[in-house]
């Protein structure tokens, strides 16, 4: 009798044990990660400048109780004059960070962790596509689950073993006659009706993991993040925007006046191209594609009567039924271009999408983000108005202009 009870109780505080040590493994190993992942990595990496400085080595910058406020309304913090968050606001174009009030400290301690821990990895950062680091991840989480799954079988084998000597022993000291030998399925009928709540803990479990997948893969229908398409001419933002340094709105123009940001034409290429007609590697044929394109002989500086223009492939491109407006967030909201479209001149060799572009994606940013109100001519009135109403310019999000209401973004 206590044979059975000893091994029932260990049995089930063994079974404890495991699951909640495989579930806080999961759980706090990618929580910092994730939280940056989902919050921080628009505008930082911890190895590169993006928008924000790269945050390696943040922790000996400041301390930690300096941190957990920056963090939380770095705004607000610029707008007390502290001398360290003033500093950085010059350092930085005076581009404002979003306010994270959302945030517990405990998120925050496990943001900054992931930054003391993370390791650079051996090639770029930021070259690549944000995509390929989430399928690795999860393809790990997986992995860790069958290993887990794999060791709770054993377990069970050895505990079973165990339990069927034990079981005998115990008849043959009473001189119960043993009962006759089960197949395998009356085996597991006979097992579930005496483990009735560990079958109950195995199938919610399941049950879980199958809808937090499904719900995962529902969510990414439609998601074209890291879109890279070929493109008919070996076009690299990383040369031109990042080694040369040409401005965004030079060959982008259209984002300062309005709805679309635009894509040059062939001419722009050649206010250069007229003169250089071969990249850093020597070779030729990319930029001859533009001289064929225009028709133009590179020889004798003459175009022809045949111009093609490039069919150049969109990689960014939401529905029709959503309204997005360059000017308003470049010019009025003050929002750098690398905000939403990544590291381009940094890493862009070829161009990609970086960011989900997706409602959740669009409507988080409003909730977070104060509106450049101060000194904004658009604003003048307004602002007084708002001001009077919410107290401070760190909690004048986009939200709070109107910013989440459908008709905004739909028509
Ligand atoms: C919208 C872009 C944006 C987002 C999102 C953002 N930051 Fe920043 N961050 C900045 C900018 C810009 C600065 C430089 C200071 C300034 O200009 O206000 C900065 C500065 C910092 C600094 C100080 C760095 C230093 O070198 O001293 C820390 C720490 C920091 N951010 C952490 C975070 C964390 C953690 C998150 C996510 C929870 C985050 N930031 C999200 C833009 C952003
Ligand atoms: C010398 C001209 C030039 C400069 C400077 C330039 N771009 Fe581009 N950009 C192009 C061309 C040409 C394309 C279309 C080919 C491609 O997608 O690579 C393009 C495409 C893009 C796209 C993808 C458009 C789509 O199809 O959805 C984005 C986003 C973009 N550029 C952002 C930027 C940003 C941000 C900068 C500044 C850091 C910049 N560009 C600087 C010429 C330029
Ligand atoms: C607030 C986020 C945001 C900012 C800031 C932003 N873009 Fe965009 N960009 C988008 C979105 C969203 C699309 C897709 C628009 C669509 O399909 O209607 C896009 C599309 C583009 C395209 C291709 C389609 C088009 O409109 O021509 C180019 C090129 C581009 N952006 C360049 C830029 C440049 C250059 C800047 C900075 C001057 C910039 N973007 C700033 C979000 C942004
Ligand atoms: C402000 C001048 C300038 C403009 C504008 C410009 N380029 Fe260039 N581009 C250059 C220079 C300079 C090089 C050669 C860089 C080198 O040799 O280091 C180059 C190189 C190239 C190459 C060769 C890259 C390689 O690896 O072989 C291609 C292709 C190219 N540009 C395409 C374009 C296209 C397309 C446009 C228009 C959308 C454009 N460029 C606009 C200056 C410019
Ligand atoms: C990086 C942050 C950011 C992202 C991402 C972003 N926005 Fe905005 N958006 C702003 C800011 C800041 C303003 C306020 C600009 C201003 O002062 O008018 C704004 C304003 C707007 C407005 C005008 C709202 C109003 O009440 O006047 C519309 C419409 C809008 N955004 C649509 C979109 C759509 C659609 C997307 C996604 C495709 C998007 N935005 C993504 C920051 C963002
Ligand atoms: C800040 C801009 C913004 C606001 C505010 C907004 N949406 Fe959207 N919505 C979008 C964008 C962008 C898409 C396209 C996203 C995509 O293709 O993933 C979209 C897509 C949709 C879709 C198509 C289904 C889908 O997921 O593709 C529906 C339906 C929708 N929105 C309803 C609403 C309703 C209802 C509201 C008000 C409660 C609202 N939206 C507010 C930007 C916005």
């Known amino acids: 009798m206590t044979n059975a009870y000893l091994y029932k109780s260990t049995k089930r505080l063994l079974l404890l044990t495991l699951f909640t040590a495989f579930y806080t493994c999961v759980a706090f190993a990618q929580d ?3 939280l940056f992942n989902s919050n921080c990595k628009t505008c930082h990496s911890p190895f590169d400048k993006v928008v924000g400085p790269a945050l390696k080595g943040v922790e000996n910058r400041h301390s930690e109780e300096w941190l957990l406020k920056w963090i939380k309304n770095a705004p607000g913090m610029i707008k007390s004059g502290d001398p360290d968050a003033v500093k950085l606001y010059n350092d930085n174009g005076k ?4 306010v994270f009030t959302n945030l517990k400290d405990e998120e925050i301690k496990a943001i900054i962790k992931y930054i003391v821990d993370v390791k650079p990895p051996a090639a770029s950062v930021a070259a690549k596509p944000t995509e390929e680091g989430g399928e690795e991840k999860s393809s790990n989480t997986w992995i860790y689950l069958l290993v887990a799954a794999f060791v709770l079988y054993l377990i069970s084998g050895i505990l079973r073993r165990t339990q069927h000597t034990l079981a005998q022993a115990l008849r043959k000291k009473q001189g119960v006659p043993e009962p006759a030998a089960m197949t395998r399925w009356q085996g597991f009928v006979h097992w579930s009706r005496n483990n009735k709540k560990l079958l109950a803990i195995i199938l919610i479990t399941l049950f879980m ?4 997948k499904a719900w995962y893969g529902l969510m990414s229908i439609g998601v074209t993040q890291g879109y890279k398409p070929d493109q008919p001419i070996k076009y ?5 925007a990042g080694d040369m340094k040409i401005s965004c709105i030079y060959c982008h123009s259209g984002a300062e006046r309005g709805k679309v940001a635009g894509v040059p034409s062939l001419n722009v290429c050649m206010n250069c191209h007229k003169f250089v007609k071969q990249g850093p590697t020597g070779d030729k044929t990319e930029i001859a594609k533009i001289y064929k394109a225009l028709d133009y002989d590179p020889d004798k500086g003459t175009y022809g009567p045949n111009p093609k223009p490039i069919q150049w492939t969109r990689v960014h ?10 000017s308003q967030h470049f010019v009025v909201g003050k929002i750098e271009c690398q905000t939403c479209h990544g590291p381009v ?3 862009m060799t070829v161009a990609y999408q970086y960011s989900k572009l997706t409602m959740g994606w669009c409507i988080d ?5 104060p509106v450049q109100m101060a000194n904004n001519a658009y604003y003048n009135d307004y602002h007084k ?3 009077a109403k919410y107290g401070s310019d760190s909690l004048l999000t986009v939200e709070r202009i109107g910013g989440t209401e459908c008709a905004r973004c739909h028509y």
């Open 95 to 98: 581009m404002q960070m979003t």
């Open 32 to 34: 910092g990660e994730a």
């Open 345 to 347: 001149q940094d890493s």
């Open 385 to 387: 108005e708002l001001l």
């Open 365 to 369: 940013c409003h909730r977070r983000t």
């Open 209 to 212: 993991f199958g809808s937090v």
């Open 236 to 240: 690299s933002h990383k040369l031109h």
């Open 317 to 326: 491109n939401l529905p029709d039924l959503a309204y997005f407006n360059h």
